[in-house]
Nanobody, 121 residues
Framework: QVQLVGSGGGLVQPGGSLRLSCAGS???????TMWWFRQAPGNQREWVA????????NYADSVKGRFTISTDSIQNTVYLQMNSLEPEDTAVYYC???????????????WGQGTQVTVSS
């Protein structure tokens, strides 16, 4: 059974930093893209960052230059380094792996359970 477990959230002051992690376990076949999303209270879930299998990255304008998405050498963990945090970054952060299941011949998406980030003085 595939599981994505996020960690690293918490309370930080404005201007501070946090590093989120999301570790995948189970039979995860050929991840094409790793993602981070976030959802603030009362808002829809929004995309934050993406990292492709080939190493290309893309960021929402609101976090560009402050956040960095990366992965480990075997590409089963995705990280989000968040610097210069602002109160507007307060949200539950979710990771997602998307790829292709070569056994069942279908695309898949797996979501993590979310980790809370609160930016407040």
């Amino acid at each position: 059974q595939v599981q994505l477990v996020g960690s690293g959230g918490g309370l930080v002051q404005p201007g501070g930093s946090l590093r989120l992690s999301c570790a995948g376990s189970g039979n995860i076949d050929r991840v094409y893209t790793m993602w981070w999303f976030r959802q603030a209270p009362g808002n829809q879930r929004e995309w934050v960052a993406a990292l492709t299998r080939g190493g290309a990255t893309n960021y929402a304008d609101s976090v560009k230059g402050r956040f960095t998405i990366s992965t480990d050498s075997i590409q089963n963990t995705v990280y989000l380094q968040m610097n210069s945090l602002e109160p507007e970054d307060t949200a539950v952060y979710y990771c997602k792996f998307s790829g292709y299941d070569r056994v069942n011949l279908r695309p898949y998406e797996y979501w993590g359970q979310g980790t809370q980030v609160t930016v407040s003085s």
